[in-house]
Each structure stands twice: as C-alpha cells, then as structure tokens.
C-alpha cells in the first residue's frame, strides 16, 4: 500500500510540473517578456482612461509593507497569503506572485482559492465604460482560472495525498525597465498612469502526507495598477492602493 500511494504522488507531481504558469527551469517567463509587453502597450487602445489619484510612481527598490496592513489577516486559516495594502507596485506584484503559489488543499477548495484570488483584482480603468470594465475583468478571472491556479484534476490529485504549497522570493525581482525586452520610453505612458509589470522568481515548496516534500522553481509576472483602483469593501484599501490587474499565464496548455 506504501509503494501505491508513493506513485500517485510521483504522478501528481508530474501533472503539477504541467501547470501554466510553471517552467521547471525557471525561465519561460524571462524568454516570453517581449510578447508580455507588447500586450501592455497594446491594449487597450479604445481609452487613455482617467489618470490614478496618484501620480506616476517608480516603485523602491526594497519595498517593505507595513506589518499587519493587509486587507483580510483571516485567510492566513486557509492556507493563504494576505492581500497587502500598499502603493508600492514592487511589494504589492511580488505578494501576488507568492499568493498565486500558496495553498492548502486540505485547509480549502479549488474554487474558494480562486475566489480568494479573484479580490485581488481590479477594474481597468483604461475603459470608458463600465461595462467594458467588467467584462475585461471577468476575462481576466477566466484567464486565471483556465490558465494560471492549478487545473481541477491536478489540484484533486494534490488534495488526495493532503498537499499544502508555500512560497518565497527564489532571485531577482524585476520591474518595469528591469525586464530586457522594452525599449526606452516604451512602458512610460503606463508608469505615468500607474501600471507595472513586476516578475518574480519563486521557489515552491510542496508537502504532503507522508512526509512527502518537494520543490519546484518557476516565475511569475503579474500587471499592477497602482492608484485609480476599487478597493475591497469593509477593507483598509482606498483607490491609492496597488491592486492586480492580470497574471501572465507562461503557457498555454
């Protein structure tokens, strides 16, 4: 029975090396910023949009969000990262990346992670419309579901063998200009209206039953509107704050 129960997990681990937004070396990410920023600068173009309640912002070097200002510390119970509240696009897209990785499939289901996620999101204000503001978000949450959080049957083999999934910064942080592929000036009309591509280095780590762990390496870009944003009701969050507009899936499966 032992020997039975450690190939379903040699196989779970494989289905989750397929997941969309992994690379087992790390680097799809950084191979694919090209086609990552010409979608930025590309869409959408119906809208300049209203300018954010801030002005252009050049996110630090070493963001350090205050300790304890999230906008729910209760998640934390299902195995979840917090939401920061924060206008620092570094800190807040790094935080996104981690919390698109962190997990419990014994503490939650599939579908209240991708909930839980789903807060994290905001209106694209580049719209006019609202409409068009709610069907580009709901675009980006179907993106996130078909794309991104690990696939149904994946996330059902993980839960079979009590899986819970943690993660943290792996290398470099990049922002903006940090990335090769942009051209001088290319991304400043975003910046200006508070977007900003911010990818991450992240190493997870998965442990199941027992004593079951392995890791996996991989990156993860996310687009970050800092100001101009719909914060969370009953929340600390005003419209200063960082929310997420997408995450990049690396692959399409």
Known sequence: MARRERAALTDSQRRTRKIAWAS????????????????LISAPKDSEGPQ???????????PAPESGSVV????????????????DAKAYGTAAAIAGSTYDTTLATRKQFLDGLGTWHTLDPRYD????????????????????????????????????????????VLVDYDHLSPQPGSLDALMTDGYHLVTTNILATYSG?????????YAVSVQVLCG????????????????????????RK
Not at 52 to 62: C, E, K, L, R
């Open 24 to 39: 087992a070396a790390g680097v799809v990410v950084l191979v694919s910023v090209v086609g990552l920023v010409g979608a």
């Open 52 to 62: 954010p309640t801030t002005g252009a912002m050049s996110p630090s070097a070493d």
């Open 72 to 87: 729910d510390a209760a998640v934390t119970e299902f195995g979840w990262l917090p939401e920061p509240i924060t206008t």
């Open 129 to 172: 419309l609202e409409t068009d503001q709610q069907d580009a978000l709901a675009s980006k949450l179907e993106e996130l579901n078909r794309r991104v959080i690990v696939p149904e049957t994946d996330w059902d083999a993980q839960a079979s063998n009590d899986i819970a999934v943690t993660a943290k910064v792996d290398g470099k």
């Open 209 to 217: 039953r027992g004593d079951v762990t392995y890791q996996e390496r």
């Open 228 to 251: 101009n944003t719909a914060p969370v009701e009953s929340s600390d969050q005003t419209p200063a704050d960082c929310k997420l507009i997408r995450f990049f899936p690396e692959t």
